[in-house]
T-cell receptor, first 115, second 115 residues
Framework: AQSVTQPDIHITVSEGASLELRCNYS??????LFWYVQSPGQGLQLLLK??????LVQGIKGFEAEFKRSQSSFNLRKPSVHWSDAAEYFC?????????????FGKGTRLSVIA | DGGITQSPKYLFRKEGQNVTLSCEQN?????MYWYRQDPGQGLRLIYY???????QKGDIAEGYSVSREKKESFPLTVTSAQKNPTAFYLC??????????????FGPGTRLTVL
């Protein structure tokens, strides 16, 4: 069964600094990978997803992520963080060979942004 | 506007009472999901349904029940058998796919507090 690890529970960055959130997955075949963001008390919003093709994917709000098969990673990056990016971020993996099976989520990384 | 609605946003119940959380979607999605979210635990899958009148247990189904009588609706009942029901509950839906796991779209969530 697939699994997702987000090694960092909480990260604090200064506004304007760069950001990288780590995600490692375990899955034998080609994974389908997602990053979601959740503001306090809200649902999850899709930031970006990787299904195939170019391993560097662009998302909303200036985020990007890179799929590295050799490292089983799908890290999320942003070159300059804004205070409004403070939220919880979830990485998720889906199966690439069967339909409609639920995504498996990591436990999340909480991002704090300081002035 | 297409989307997923969950009602109510906040729900308070006395211990020992069953309570039903509503989830409706007008995205014409075939699959629907219920997750429970606790601090530091990420998202844990309760139940999911890939088609009307059919559903499967997730990782933490004990103490919960669901029905899927209509494509657009997937209500969750938290029964008195659920030992610790106070949590944030998220509903999601996704399109029908045969060979991969497609994007899940989330509702705004319901915070259930059992007194």
């Amino acid at each position: 069964a697939q699994s997702v690890t987000q090694p960092d529970i909480h990260i604090t960055v200064s506004e304007g600094a760069s950001l990288e959130l780590r995600c490692n997955y375990s899955y034998g075949a080609t994974p389908y990978l997602f990053w979601y963001v959740q503001s306090p008390g809200q649902g999850l919003q899709l930031l970006l997803k990787y299904f195939s093709g170019d391993t560097l994917v662009q998302g909303i709000k200036g985020f990007e992520a890179e799929f590295k098969r050799s490292q089983s990673s799908f890290n999320l990056r942003k070159p300059s963080v804004h205070w409004s990016d403070a939220a919880e971020y979830f990485c998720a993996v889906g199966e690439g060979n069967s339909g409609n099976t639920p995504l498996v989520f990591g436990k999340g990384t909480r991002l704090s942004v300081i002035a | 506007d297409g989307g997923i609605t969950q009602s109510p946003k906040y729900l308070f119940r006395k211990e020992g009472q069953n309570v039903t959380l509503s989830c409706e979607q007008n995205l014409n999605h075939d699959a629907m999901y219920w997750y429970r979210q606790d601090p530091g635990q990420g998202l844990r899958l309760i139940y999911y349904s890939q088609i009307v009148n059919d559903f499967q247990k997730g990782d933490i189904a004990e103490g919960y029940s669901v029905s899927r009588e209509k494509k657009e609706s997937f209500p969750l009942t938290v029964t008195s058998a659920q030992k610790n029901p106070t949590a944030f509950y998220l509903c999601a839906s996704s399109p029908l796919t045969l060979f991969w796991t497609d994007t899940q779209y989330f509702g705004p969530g319901t915070r259930l507090t059992v007194l």
